[in-house]
């Protein structure tokens, strides 16, 4: 083959020109052995498209999954929460409904027993109560201070 013919279908191979029976005759070409010295460095760009197409990918790695390690975690969680209310429920006394029954729920005979209990629960709320209002005095001085320094 002539090798003006070669360089100028080398021209229209990368201007993107080419039919494939082009392509073809190309790279037959530079598989030979007649391959004159200035055309000698289109060989290997020839000659690497005809390994690639030989190449095979090997399978991917199979990686494991960290949702199975999650599901794992939540199981080992779940058996140790079952575990531990197993525990507490067989170490639990036995008689303890009796002993809530037993226990007193708030009820008076009399309303003058309620009408006292009454009192001594509000009185005990309103010593609270007085004694979160007194804190708050130290706070409306801070507050009369910091408007003086800064002259609001």
Known sequence: MEWNKIE????????????????????TFF???NVPPHLESYRSLF?????????RMTPPIQ?????????????????????????????SPSDAPQALAQTELGTY?????AYAATQEALAMVS????????????L???????NQIFKQ
């Not at 000659?47 to 190449?55: D, L, N, S, W």
């Not at 005979?109 to 027993?113: A, H, I, L």
């Open 8 to 27: 100028a279908l080398l021209e229209r191979y990368f201007e993107g020109l080419t039919t494939l029976e082009e392509e073809q005759t190309l790279k």
């Open 31 to 33: 598989q030979g052995t």
């Open 47 to 55: 000659g690497y498209f005809a390994q690639a197409k030989q190449e």
């Open 63 to 91: 990686l494991k999954s960290r949702r199975n390690v999650f599901i794992g975690w939540l199981v080992a969680a779940s058996v140790v929460v079952m575990l531990g209310i197993g525990f507490m429920t067989w170490n």
């Open 109 to 113: 005979d009399t309303p003058e027993e």
């Open 127 to 138: 010593g609270h109560l007085n004694t979160g209002i007194e804190s708050m005095g130290y």
């Open 140 to 146: 409306k001085e801070y507050e009369n201070s910091k």
